[in-house]
Each structure stands twice: as C-alpha cells, then as structure tokens.
C-alpha cells in the first residue's frame, strides 16, 4: 500500500499539463483510482487517490500563498504579459487533434460549432452543453433503433 | 457561505469535466470567471500558466488556487484560505472517485454498450467545441491588450500567440518551453 501511495506521489509529480479520458474527471487520478481498487480494493483507490493529488495540491498551496505579493512587480508584470497570450495558443493548439480523435466530419462538425458559439456568445455554461449533448447523443441512438 | 459554494461549483466542474485537461479549462472558466467572478480572465490565465509549469493536472491545480484565493479575496484569513483550498481539491476529485469505483466495481464491460456509444456520439464533439469556446474566451483585452490601448503590446502578444501556436502544433516543443520563452520575451519586449 505504501508503495501504491508512493508510485502515485511519484506519477503526481511528473505528470505535467494533463491527459484527455473520455470519463469525465482528471485522468491521472481516475486511472490511479482504477489501479487502486484494483489492487487493494476502496482502500487501495483512497491511498492512490491522495498520491496523485497532494504533489498538485502542496505546489499550489505554495504558490497561491506567496505569488501575490510578487505578481505585481514590474519585472513579474512584463514577464506575464508575455505569457499569457502562450497559453491561450497552448489551449487552442490541440483543437485539431481533439477534432480528428473525436471523429468530427461535415455530418457532426454543427454540434462542437453551436457548442462553442453557445459558451462563447450566449454565456451558456459548459455544464449545460454537456448535458444537452449527452441527452441528445441517447435520444439520437433511441431514434436509430 | 463561500466554502459551501466551493464544494459545489467544484464537485460539479469533476462531474461534467468530460475530457480531462484543456476541456476541463472551458468548464473551470465558465463557473469560476463568468458565473462566480472568483477570478477574472487574466488571473485565470495566470493560473493555467502556472499549472502549465508546475506538475500536477490543471483541474487540481485550479481547484487547489480558487480555492484558498476565492476566499482570502473575500477577506477571510490565510487559513481560512487554506480550508477553501482543501474543500475545492476534494470536491473536484470527489466524482471521480464515486464513479472509478462504480466503473471499476460493475461497469467496465458496459464500456461498449450501444446506450454509452450513443450518449458519446453526442458529448465528444462537444467537448471539441468547449475547447474551442475555451480559446475564444480567452482572447480578451486583459490578456492581449488592444490597438487602440497599447499597440505595441498587442502587436507582440499576436506575434507570441501564433509562436506558441505553430510551437505547439507543427513543431511540438515542450509547452513550459515555449512559456519559458514567451515569459523571457515578455520581460524583454513589454
């Protein structure tokens, strides 16, 4: 068990940026949910669990207590104003591939379109979206029965 | 009750987060800046650059700073803080682990199921069309500037965006990278 909570430590460490899943959740600590019950059963996934989380959780505790008081020197300032505009490339980068392993042709390509006009524009929430989709997914598969 | 809202806004973000990392982004944005205003779009971005940098899965790493900013913006003390912090961690990991175990106990062979098929069919081109809402919520003023606000800024933070954006996606370098070097040339150029 030990070693379980120490492999995860170890994977939540490393693990920078994130996965894809189609399960909704974060995908590092669901498959370390996974192997955890897996292996040990409920106790298994708690232990698994918290190695994959507390790394994250320390880092960001750390860094939420101290960047606000460096965040507004000039130097800091500049060097923010650089990367912002990185990371909004670096979340529309992966749209394309996203697309492809979505299976996303000109029959499907209206639903991410009015899913993003609807979040963007009309303020609509993400939940909401996500939902409607999963009903209209199941509604769709009834009527093709 | 702040802590309360935390709770639920996060657990709800660790349900609905259908597809992990970047889609994830749209879900955290559209709670925790447009519904909430816990955080506004830049502090937002800040923060998924720092997530960017640090190890760790952007949805614990948001969770764990919303968490104790939202309420030491709200005037509560750093401890307090600390508690908002723990309760947003755990609220985010919370569905995932009720529906892990459920999935790992009975479900892992309704995986090819023609029901879950077609649930799918409807909520994975969706979650392309989060991603896509995540960028264009993104491309504010606060995070590019604008011509008539500081030219020069905006005119480097396009130069930045599509460097990072052919980075990524033709020549694939690392992303803490490429946020190294925007940061250096920010520090330089802004």
Redesign the interface.
Known sequence: MLELFITFFKI???????????????????LS??IG??LFR?PG?VVC?LG??L???I???L???F??RF?DYA?VN???????????????????R??QT???RWS??W??????I???LL?V???Y??????????T???L?K | MLLLQLFIVFMMIGLFGFGGGYAMVSMIQGEVVTSHHWLTTGQFTDIVAISQMTPGPLGINTATYVGYSSMVSAGYPAWMGILGSFTATFAVVLPSFVLMLIISKFLLHYKDHPVVESIFLGIRPAVVGLLVAASLLLMTRENFSSPGENGWQFCISILLFLFAFFGQRVYHINPIRLIAFCAIAGAILL
């Open positions: 939540g460490c490393f693990t920078v940026g994130g996965g894809y899943a189609m399960i909704p959740g974060i995908f590092a600590v669901n949910i996974f019950y897996k409920t996934a669990t994959t989380a790394p994250s959780f880092i960001i505790l860094i939420a207590l960047f606000q965040r130097i500049s060097m923010f104003r650089g990367i912002r505009p990185a990371v909004v490339a670096l979340i529309a980068a992966p749209v394309f996203m697309a979505a299976h996303i499907n390509a639903i991410p379109a009015v899913s993003a609807a979040i963007w303020g929430s993400p939940v979206v996500i939902l409607l989709a999963g009903i209209g997914g199941y769709y598969g009834q093709l």
